[in-house]
């Protein structure tokens, strides 16, 4: 078995194609048996963001990954193989480490990948498709990470989603503090965004989720007031400001609702942030008048404000990186050797036996000690020698200077005069 790495991302695919291969965390662990099950790998781990959707493997067909991807999703593969990167070995290990370190993300240096990463491995540890490869792997990401986080300024001069979001609406309100902001949601993305937009101390803050009491618990944190979803069509209207992000496979917010509460609010300006993945808003909403919809390519540009400050941080933590990558891969080298290493200890095994039966059975039968010991170790090291001095008179002429170098390594022979 190979590891594999193999997903598409916001730079190889649009958010169109990446939403559709999204997956609902609800369902990941069934996912993640129903890919094994289908015998597609050995281990698996899936990543889902609103940037990206991986599967990290372990398996010798990663065409069978790609097959099952699209059959799970109900699209044929070559609706994804365009946008898709499969990377093996060293680059799939190199590829975990810099997502998780965040240079692979939008917001470069961005650290809320790290958390989606260790959520991923959770719900492999949960399916019991976290195998011993993938649990090193991932065991060593983290680690890297850390480092890189510790070690560098990757995270300085950081603009975030959420403050993305805040310079955008004051873009077209003059002031936040003269708004009123609805979240839709309750999840880390909508807390992050939460928290910045009620440092503007708006007018009201509404948090809707599908559960009222996870809604309760975050607008109590901002000050805000919590409804359901279920109350969003009479709620709509009443804000001006409107940042949604949760895990619903089909739009919360459809044409049709939000053209009746343009109507209510008498065409006065919608500002919506759609951060989720599949989207929550319908497209269409974009064509409508006084709509200011964005998605999260749509705040690519924004974000991308001070990174030129991190990219001397960029070149530390490849370095960090690199020497992660060395050693993991070492690692994994070494495990290959492992099955002829135990093989070779169980063959020494039977024989040290074999020459202790005999050696037990001569002393009870009063054998001098001496003698027998005598036996017993001259047994052993005729044993031990026959294969690499039978070798030594078979091998062929051309493979006979690697052959008595490496008898010399395995031995520590000083070579002769």
């Known amino acids: 078995m190979q590891l594999f790495a193999l997903g598409i991302n916001h730079q190889t695919a649009p958010l169109a194609v990446r939403e559709q291969i999204a997956f609902n965390p609800e369902a990941m662990e069934t996912a993640l048996h129903n890919l094994i ?15 990206r959707t991986e599967v990290y493997c372990s398996t010798q067909e990663p065409e069978r990954i790609v097959s099952w991807l699209a059959n799970y999703h109900k699209m ?12 093996s070995h060293t680059e799939a290990v190199k590829h975990a480490f810099r997502v998780a370190s965040g240079l692979d993300s939008m917001v470069l240096g961005e650290p809320q990948i790290l958390g989606q990463m260790k959520e991923a491995v959770r719900y492999a540890e ?10 090193k792997l991932f065991q060593r990401t ?17 603009v975030s989603m959420a403050a993305a979001a805040v310079r955008l609406a004051e873009r077209i309100f003059p002031s936040i503090a003269e708004q009123r902001v609805l979240f839709i949601g309750a999840g880390e993305m909508i807390e992050l965004n939460a928290v910045h937009f009620a440092a503007r101390s708006p007018k009201h803050i509404t948090v809707a989720n599908r559960t009222l009491e996870r809604a309760q618990v975050l607008a109590r944190r901002i000050n ?29 917010l459809g044409k049709g609702m939000v053209e009746r509460a343009l109507k209510m609010r008498k065409h006065r300006p919608l500002f919506i942030v759609d951060l989720a993945v599949p989207r929550d808003v319908e497209a269409e909403v974009a064509e409508l008048n006084d709509v200011f919809l964005y998605t999260v390519d749509d705040l690519a540009d924004v974000v991308k404000d001070g990174q ?8 530390e933590a490849e370095v960090i990186i690199d020497s992660g990558v060395l050693d993991f891969i070492h690692w994994m080298e070494s495990r290959e050797v492992v099955p002829t290493i135990r093989a070779l200890r169980d063959h020494a095994e039977r024989q040290r036996r074999h020459e202790m039966d005999k050696a037990l059975h001569l002393l009870a039968k009063g054998e001098d000690p001496a003698k027998v010991l005598e036996m ?3 047994g052993l090291t005729n044993k031990f020698l ?3 001095t039978h070798a030594l008179n078979q091998v062929q002429a051309a493979e006979r200077e690697a052959f008595l170098d490496m008898v010399h390594r395995i031995y520590h022979l000083q070579p002769p005069e």
Do not use: M, W
Request: hydrophobic share 40%; with cysteine; aromatic share 4%.
């Open 142 to 158: 983290f680690s890297v990470a850390k480092s890189v986080r510790t070690q560098t300024e990757i995270g300085a001069n950081l």
């Open 386 to 388: 026959h294969a690499p």
């Open 308 to 315: 030129d400050a991190r990219q001397g941080a960029v070149k």
């Open 76 to 87: 044929e593969p070559g609706q994804i193989e365009p946008y898709l990167y499969t990377l």
């Open 126 to 135: 949960q399916a019991g498709t976290l195998g011993f490869l993938l649990h």
């Open 376 to 378: 017993l170790s001259n």
């Open 37 to 51: 099950a289908q015998g597609a790998a050995k281990e698996a781990t899936i990543l889902s963001t609103c940037n």
């Open 224 to 252: 805000g007031h919590a409804i359901t979803l279920n109350e969003l069509p009479d709620q709509l209207a009443q804000h001006d400001i409107i940042v949604t992000c949760t895990a619903s496979p089909l739009p919360i």
